[in-house]
């Protein structure tokens, strides 16, 4: 039994009239692919609803309370505002800067009256985990406590010394989404958290389908009060909807997770506890499968499951089935059955050329346009994330 070094997850999911993805503009997001313009998702939109679901088989669920990383320019503001109740005010923002600083990997470039004015936010969103925001106010609280300048150099030994020879030697100190999706790291401080989750825009595998929604909402009060406006709209205004059945795929480099989550060495993967590696595996397919990326929730409910997921694993370099849509598949016929038999035909000849030894499971609405060999490995989604978590932990033969 060997475990693989890489899993793919590709996915079919349609939607019907929805704004799923919006741009500057709040137009839907578009592609062209094959000469013809496509509706999109983002992978940024798709990472951020499967990091941020709250429900059944969910990533906080599995890592239980504080597992998580947190995303904002206020991270050290939250650190110091607990800290302000225990010593002077001004001591602790100039303390809590300079671990900043320091775990930052920030220079001292900006006026006085810049920085003052920025307070200690940073400039640019950043990504620290629980742990690693609670190791960081420990080592101020301590620094304050000792009465210590806020001298960068001292400053980085104690942080180094404090619990943890340093941050970097945390596996999951950054959080378990950041070890799937990564984050950017500026010190040899903190944690480093190359993203171990490769996540594509998710595509129309036909042409586009758009339309111009003109909407109102009416005045309950306006027949009574003012006569002359009479039982108009308070407000008229119009949006664009969408529809479309969407090619998702994902590709997990299984090194690089089993380092990310374990603190071990990217060369050493396989001698690394993957339990917790294969659980996170299991749980994306769940989220990538029953998990909508949707904006004007209250307006048009995008709530869709997916009709069609298979995952491989195998040892060969990772390939995306979009170019079985690079023609796009006639939207006057099912949907659903012609893009099944598009991805059914590309997998027979991506083998017939490649000769792929990568294992291969699917769950699937409908088994009609998948080959004999392959409807034979089609199961339902509970059956598929358990043979995946399977696979990361205990290997294929």
Not at 335 to 342: D, P, T
Request: net charge negative.
């Amino acid at each position: 039994m060997k475990t693989p070094r890489f899993v793919q997850i590709h996915f079919l999911t349609a939607y019907p009239a929805s704004l799923l993805n919006r741009d500057d503009a709040g137009f839907a997001k578009r592609m062209r692919f094959g000469g013809t313009v496509r509706t999109r998702i983002s992978s940024q939109c798709q990472k951020r609803h499967w990091r941020t679901f709250d429900g059944p088989n969910s990533l906080s669920e599995i890592g239980g309370e504080g597992s998580m990383s947190v995303r904002s320019r206020y991270i050290f503001e939250q650190i110091a505002r607990p800290l302000r109740e225990e010593f002077d005010h001004e001591a602790v923002d100039a303390m809590v800067q300079a671990v900043a600083d320091v775990t930052l990997g920030a220079s001292d470039k900006g006026s006085k009256a810049e920085k003052e004015k920025k307070g200690l936010r940073t400039s640019q969103l950043i990504v620290l985990g629980h742990a690693e925001i609670e190791h960081l106010r420990a080592t101020t609280r301590r620094l304050l406590q000792e009465g210590a300048n806020p001298d960068k150099k001292g400053i980085k030994g104690a942080i180094e010394k404090e619990g943890w020879e340093n941050l970097s030697a945390v596996g999951r100190g950054a959080g378990l989404d950041a070890a799937l999706f990564g984050r950017m790291k500026t010190s040899d401080v903190l944690a480093d958290c190359d993203a171990a989750v490769h996540v594509a825009h998710a595509f129309t595998v036909h042409g586009e389908h758009s339309e111009t929604d003109y909407f109102t909402a009416v005045d309950d009060l306006a027949r009574d009060i003012d006569e002359e406006v009479g039982a108009g709209a308070g407000h008229i205004n119009a949006a664009e909807l969408t529809s479309g059945l969407y090619y998702g795929y994902v590709a997990v480099d299984l090194p690089l997770l089993a380092a990310n989550l374990e603190g071990v060495d990217p060369h050493e993967w396989r001698d690394a506890d993957l339990e917790l590696a294969g659980q996170v595996m299991a749980s994306l397919v769940h989220l990538i499968a029953t998990v909508s990326p949707g904006a004007k929730l209250g307006a048009t409910a995008p709530y869709s499951l997916a009709d069609f997921v298979a995952v491989e694993a195998g040892d060969s370099q990772p390939c995306t089935w979009a170019n079985a849509f690079s023609w796009p598949v006639d939207g006057r016929a099912n949907l659903r059955e012609q893009a099944v038999a598009r991805l059914d035909d590309h997998l027979a000849r991506l083998d017939r050329m490649y000769q792929l030894e990568n294992e291969r499971r699917y769950a699937a609405m409908t088994d009609a346009s998948l080959g004999d060999a392959r409807a034979e490995l089609a199961e339902g989604l509970p059956g598929l994330a358990h043979w995946t978590r399977t696979v990361v932990t205990e290997g294929i033969a």
